[in-house]
């Protein structure tokens, strides 16, 4: 088989044979201190084809080192930033993006700690979006799918909002991110008024946490505090699924400096293909954030005595998404809003990758082996 390598480890066919060197540009440009070939670069075919040990689609590949979460695959323990998950139980959403962001827990630190105070104060303002979102929002009606709705709603945030923008900075700034979180609470907010019928304009209310806000606005009733506090924990097991499909498509769009509503509308777009969701794959290995659901959906049980069956959902091999989504259910989150409250779950740990990456960026472009035909020499005319 014929090969070609149009990358970073480029070999570029001399007039004195074969020479591997790195090439920086593209198009006309030329690798400095090598030989010209009349001023055009050329990638001739590999005498050998291209060789990986990495499986179809970099599955099996290690794409980069992480602090935000850590999963043993032996004891299925599970900590962020090395705090285990069952020491986090209850924690609201907005403190728990803030220990996902920096490594610091804000129960564990001075209640005057201005670091967080300031971050999440960033994050309510940012929930409160701009007024031509809102009335994009009224525009929306309850049969249109959500996920597209919250996909088209953070793009627009990002052209609307002022400080949105390039990745110029670097790394990011924590204010930055949780701005981002903010915008995307403040979505999942709309989208769940909208969906139920309530009014776009009315204010959160203040003595509220961030979890009892959003499970408010995503069911019928108000929630009892017991309730709120299973969301919390639901919000918790879902925070990072690792690097996901979704995921890597957010990493890979950042990597290029572009901004962030681009990365997170990109993981997004991961998150609405089939394959991201609950399939016939079954999970076995142990995890804790799923027996943290389990808990859940027991406690939630035994409040509301049991669910009607649905497909074995909470069953020995559900999956982190299928019991995750269950737990939602069973709280009563308007079945429509459920993918909504999800993708707000998982956009706290995907965030949390964008910023870890921002510190140590480096751009995502791996090999692709070429499997088409052999080049074809053709003949001049005059020659024919």
Known sequence: MTVYRYDLQTCVRLRNGWTEVNVTGRGNDEPSGTPSLDGVWHAEALPAALRSTVGAGL??????????AWLDPQTGEVG?????????????PDALAYLLLTGTRPDAADATDSAWAAARQVMVEA?????????????TESRDDPLKVLRAGLSLVGCADEEAGSRAESPLPLHAAMRLLGHVAGLVKLRSRRQLGHPLQREW????GLGERLLTESRMLPPTRQEVSLFNDTVLALAD?????????????????ADWHAAVVAALSGFEGELQWPSAKRESAPDA???LLREVLHELEAMNGPASARDDAAGQGATLTELGCEALRRLQVAEPLIGCVYVFARSLGLVSRLYEQS???????????????????VAPLAQR
């Open 59 to 68: 599955s099996g590949a290690v794409a980069g080192g992480t602090r935000v």
């Open 80 to 92: 962020y930033h090395g705090h285990a998950l069952a020491s986090l139980r209850g924690m609201e």
């Open 127 to 139: 929930a409160r979006l701009p007024g031509e979102v809102i009335e994009w929002f009224a525009l």
């Open 205 to 208: 209310e203040a003595n509220m």
């Open 241 to 257: 699924g690792a690097l996901t499909a979704g995921a890597f498509a957010g990493l890979v769009v950042a990597s290029c400096e």
């Open 289 to 291: 954030r799923r027996d």
């Open 359 to 377: 510190s140590d960026n480096r751009i995502y472009r791996p090999l692709a082996g070429y499997t088409g035909p052999a080049p074809r020499s």
